[in-house]
């Protein structure tokens, strides 16, 4: 298999984590989305990464596809198959996604000239973020998981939005949600967190 990506997406990183958690071969291949001799969009029609290229040249996107499909190569899978608990995961999962897109949103829009950044924008996805922290840490127990009693994929794309939420969007959510970032310090010291981590990123 081979991983398309930048060293810096987080939806990249949320693959790369589960390929060291699971140790499964896959090539990591580093590809800039936005090149004009990008692979990317040849092998993904929207040009986004990650792009997962199996061992047959069948190709698959986007990363909570990538991600359970690597899950289900070796048990056993993170992910339940069905009943509450997985519910409970894929809750976890697009709250995590949604909180990347709304901190890549407002990385955008902050990077415009500043005559036409829109402030209603970046303070749109400044509350999504914040409602999104808040509904986290309200629900976070006293427990070193999520969901469970074990590491699943709430945990990895939870602690990666909050790891990319320092990294693009620095600000003392910590000093609101304690707690909260206690559980993340101990998430992100696993070895697939430290390994993967992009370059640049401030360990906080």
């Known amino acids: 298999m081979r991983l398309y990506g930048s060293l810096t997406s987080p939806y990249v990183r949320k693959a790369r984590i589960l390929i060291r958690e699971k140790n499964l071969p896959c090539e990591f291949v580093v590809a800039d989305a936005w ?37 289900s190569l070796q048990a056993p899978a993170l992910l339940a198959a069905a009943g509450g608990e997985r519910w409970d995961v894929l809750r976890w999962e697009a709250l995590a996604d949604g909180v990347l897109d709304a901190v890549v949103t407002r990385l955008l829009e902050s990077r415009r ?28 127990g006293n427990g070193p998981w999520l969901v469970a009693d074990r590491f699943t994929p709430a945990d990895l794309v939870v602690a990666v939005a909050l790891e990319y939420t320092d990294f693009r969007y620095p600000h003392d959510w910590r000093g609101r949600h304690p707690r909260l970032g206690q559980w993340l310090a101990g998430v992100s010291a696993r070895p697939s967190f430290i390994e993967t981590r992009p370059p640049g990123m401030e360990k906080k």
Do not use: M, T
């Not at 829109?118 to 629900?139: F, G, T």
């Open 35 to 71: 090149a004009a001799d990008s692979p990317i969009p040849a092998l993904n029609p929207l040009g986004k990464v990650p792009v997962l290229v199996l061992d047959n040249n069948e190709v698959l996107f986007d990363s909570p596809v990538i991600v359970e499909y690597l899950d």
């Open 113 to 140: 000239p500043a005559a036409q950044q829109s402030a209603d924008n970046l303070r749109r996805q400044e509350e999504k973020i914040a409602r999104s922290l808040e509904y986290i840490a309200r629900r976070l």
